[in-house]
C-alpha cells in the first residue's frame, strides 16, 4: 500500500465539507471587508524567502532544483509571494490594495500535534500606509473572521516592535544588531537574552527594563504610565478597534514576533484552549518590497493558522451541519433505469441536490444506500406508477410514503 | 526584481473573481449530483505516479528528494490520489462514493499558450461498479458542469478501449503488448502505429481494419453496423445521456486515452474554438486501485482543465460581473475618523460589503479612490451631519446625494 507522504493529510468528505464550509466563511468575510482575493504560485524562487528571513529559512523548507537547475521551493507562508506580486504588477494600483489568499504553505519539520507538513493559512494584507486605521481594519478583519466562525475563547494581543526598539537603539543596539536579541525575547528564552545584551555592551538596568517591558501586559490602561509615540500609536489602534466593537484587545509589548521586516504594530491571537500550539493568527506592520526590487511601501498583514482555528472551533464544540442531499431517486426493475435518469436530472436542473441508483441495486438495498448519504427523501420509480404519471416519495426520516404526480414532485422536495 | 517560476501564474483580483466564480460553479453542480468534495496533498511519494503511468513519467514531472532521502514528486493530476487515498482509507465507505477535487497540479514541460506549469484541474471519480450507468453519470456531471458555466460551443466525444482492444487480442496482440500500439493511435500517428503492429505479427488486412475504426466517428447511429458488446455498451450509455438531457454526445472510436489502466468507456471533451489545445476534459471507466495493494474496483472519472476551461468562456465572452462593494465611508476630518470605523461595522455586520479610507485621505480623493473599487454609494460622515444623527449617502453613478438618518442607513443601502 502505497501511502501519503508524511506529515500531510487527505481529507474525506466529511472533514472537506467543515473545511469548505469556513474556508468559505472567512472567504465571505474577508469580501465584506472590501478584502480582493488573490492567488500565488505553489513554488517559488527559494532567494525569495532567503532574502525575507535569511539564509537560515532553508533548513526549514521543502527546497529543491528543478530540471533546470533552478532553486525552488514550496512556499513556506504567502507574504512574501504577496510582495514579489505586488512589486512585479501590482504597484500601479489605487492605494490601499486589500487583499486576501487562502492556501497551503509547507514546511520541513518534524510532524506533530497541530503542525503538519502541508498547512493551510488565510491571510490578509494591506499595502500602502501605515496608519493606526491601516493597522486596526487589519486586526479587526481577523477579529471578524473568528468571531463568524463562532470561536468563543480567543485573545488578541498587540504591541509594537518600535518600543524595544528605541530601548535598544537608546543602550546603543540598533538596527540588524537588535534583531538576535529581539528573537530571543520573542521566545521568552530571557537568560540568553540578557547574555546577548550584555556582549552588545547594554547595561544591567537597562536591560532589567527591556526585560520587563516585554513583560507588560493587560488592558490598554497598563500604557498610562507610558510616553511616546509607540504607545500613542498602539492606544490609537485600540480605540478604533472599540468603536468597530472589538473590546477584547490587550496590550502585550511581549510581542515581538523576531523577523527583521516588522516596523511597528505587532500582533498575536490565541486560543487558550489549545494549550502549548496556542497561537491562531499573527501579524503587524511590515516594508518588505524594497527587498524585492520594489519601491518602499508600509504594508499590514496577518495570517491565520486554518488547520489551529479549526481544531480551537472542534474543542469549542462548534459544528457544521452534514449536508447530504435532498433525493435519491430508486427505480424498481431495468425497465424504468433510464426514467430514473431522467427524473434524477430534472431535480438537478430545478436546482435540487439528487443521485441515482448505478448499482443496479434493488430497492431495500437501495434506500439502505440513500440513507448513508443521507438523503432526505427517496424517488422510487415503479412502471405501474409511471401509467399514471406518479412516483412514490418517501421521507427517509419518517418512513412516511405518498404517490405523488410528477409534475408536482419538485413542488413537493422544496417544501 | 524576484520573478515568479517560469510557467506558473499569479492571479491578482479581478482574475481571481472571475476564477472563483467559476470554481464554485462547478463545485456547486457536483454537488447537485450527490458527488463529495475530498482534498488530497500536493506532493506525493514519485512511486505513485511511476506505478500508475510507467518510470517515463519521472521526465515529465516536478520530481525531487526531500531532506530524509524520500523520492517526492508535485502531483501531476489527481486521479493516482484519489485511488491511494481509497485504499488506505475509504475502501470501507458504502458504494458507489462519488468524490470530486479542485486543486493545482504540476508538470515539467515548456510552456506555451494554455500550458502551464502549475496548472488547476477539477475532477471526479465514482468508484464501486462499472455500469453503463455509472460513465453515464460522469459524463453527464461533466457536461452538465460545462452547460453551467454558459459554455456553448463544446463537442462530447465517447469511445470504448474494448473495442481496439479486442480487435488486437483478435489479431494476437494482447494485454500490455498492445499499449503501445494503442498509444499512437491515440495520437493518431498511423504509420508509426501500422509499423508497430506489422512487427507484432499483424496481417495488413487487420491493421487496416483497426485504424480505420479508429476512425469510426458521428451520431450513435454510426455504431449501427457493428456488433459486440462494446458497442451495446456505448448505445446504452448514450440512450442514458439522451434521457438526461444531452443529446449532443457523439460516438468517437478513436478516443483511446493511451493509458494501461482503462477498461472500458472513454471519452473527451472539446472546445472547437480553442484550436489546437481543444481539449478541456477527458476521462472513462478504469482499474487502480489493485495497483497500490487494494482491492480490484471498477471506476469511472474525467478531469476538466480549469484553466482551458476559462480560456473557452472568454473565447465565447462569457463573462462574471465585477464584485466591487457596496459601500465607502468617507470621514470628513480627523474628529470623525473613529466614527466611520463604526459606522463601516454596522454596515459590515448587517452583511453589507463595505470599506473605510485608511489614507487620512480628503473627500474628494477618497471618492476618488472609492469610484475604483468599485463601490456604489459613498457614505460621508461629517460633523454637522452627525449632530442630527445623519450622514450624507452618494450614489456613486448618478452623484446624487442625500441625507440619511443613521439608522436608516442600512435599510437605504439594501434597496
Not at 463568524?148 to 480567543?154: E, P
Amino acid at each position: 500500500m502505497i501511502q501519503r507522504p508524511r506529515g500531510t493529510r487527505d481529507f474525506g468528505p466529511e472533514e472537506m465539507e467543515v473545511r469548505r464550509h469556513f474556508e468559505d466563511m472567512m472567504r465571505q468575510e474577508a469580501v465584506l471587508h472590501g478584502f480582493r482575493e488573490i492567488a500565488t504560485p505553489i513554488f517559488e524562487h527559494t532567494e525569495l524567502f532567503t532574502l525575507k528571513s535569511g539564509p537560515g529559512v532553508v533548513e526549514e523548507i521543502y527546497a529543491f532544483q528543478d530540471k533546470g537547475g533552478r532553486e525552488i521551493c514550496l512556499r513556506p507562508e504567502l507574504t512574501a509571494s504577496v510582495v514579489r506580486f505586488f512589486v512585479s504588477d501590482l504597484a500601479t494600483l489605487p492605494r490601499p490594495l486589500k487583499m486576501f489568499y487562502f492556501g497551503q504553505c509547507f514546511r520541513y519539520e518534524r510532524p506533530q500535534a497541530g503542525r503538519y507538513r502541508e498547512f493551510f493559512q488565510f491571510g490578509a494584507e494591506i499595502i500602502g500606509n501605515a496608519t493606526p486605521e491601516t493597522d486596526a481594519e487589519a486586526i479587526g478583519l481577523a477579529a471578524a473572521i473568528l468571531e463568524r466562525t463562532g470561536l468563543k475563547d480567543y485573545r488578541i494581543r498587540v504591541g509594537h516592535i518600535g518600543i524595544l526598539r528605541e530601548m535598544l537603539a537608546n543602550a546603543g543596539v540598533a538596527g540588524d544588531k537588535a534583531l538576535p536579541i529581539l528573537q530571543k525575547l520573542d521566545k521568552k528564552i530571557y537568560p540568553e537574552a540578557e547574555e546577548l545584551m550584555a556582549q552588545a555592551g547594554v547595561g544591567p538596568k537597562a536591560a532589567q527594563d527591556i526585560i520587563s517591558t516585554t513583560q507588560v501586559t493587560g488592558p490598554i490602561s497598563v500604557l498610562d504610565s507610558r510616553q511616546g509615540p509607540a504607545s500613542d500609536y498602539i492606544r490609537q489602534v485600540c480605540d478604533i478597534l472599540l468603536a468597530m466593537g472589538f473590546g477584547n484587545v490587550s496590550v502585550d509589548l511581549g510581542v515581538v514576533r523576531g523577523l527583521a521586516y516588522y516596523t511597528g504594530m505587532v500582533f498575536e491571537v490565541d486560543a487558550p484552549k489549545l494549550g502549548a500550539e496556542k497561537q491562531i493568527c499573527g501579524g503587524g506592520s511590515y516594508s518588505l518590497s524594497e527587498l524585492f526590487g520594489g519601491e518602499k511601501v508600509f504594508s499590514t498583514g496577518f495570517a491565520i493558522g486554518f488547520d489551529r482555528t479549526l481544531l480551537a472551533l472542534q474543542t469549542e464544540g462548534v459544528q457544521c451541519g452534514k449536508v447530504g442531499i435532498t433525493a435519491f431517486v430508486v427505480p424498481v426493475g431495468d425497465s424504468v433505469r433510464t426514467k430514473a435518469f431522467e427524473i434524477v436530472s430534472e431535480l438537478r436542473r430545478s436546482g435540487l441536490s439528487a443521485d441515482v441508483d448505478l448499482m443496479r441495486r434493488g430497492v431495500g438495498k437501495s434506500l439502505k444506500y440513500a440513507a448513508t448519504v443521507p438523503s432526505k427523501f427517496a424517488v422510487i420509480v415503479g412502471e405501474k406508477e409511471l401509467e399514471s404519471s406518479s412516483v412514490t416519495l418517501r421521507d427517509m426520516n419518517s418512513g412516511e410514503q405518498t404517490l405523488v404526480k410528477m409534475e408536482d414532485l419538485v413542488k413537493e422536495l422544496k417544501r
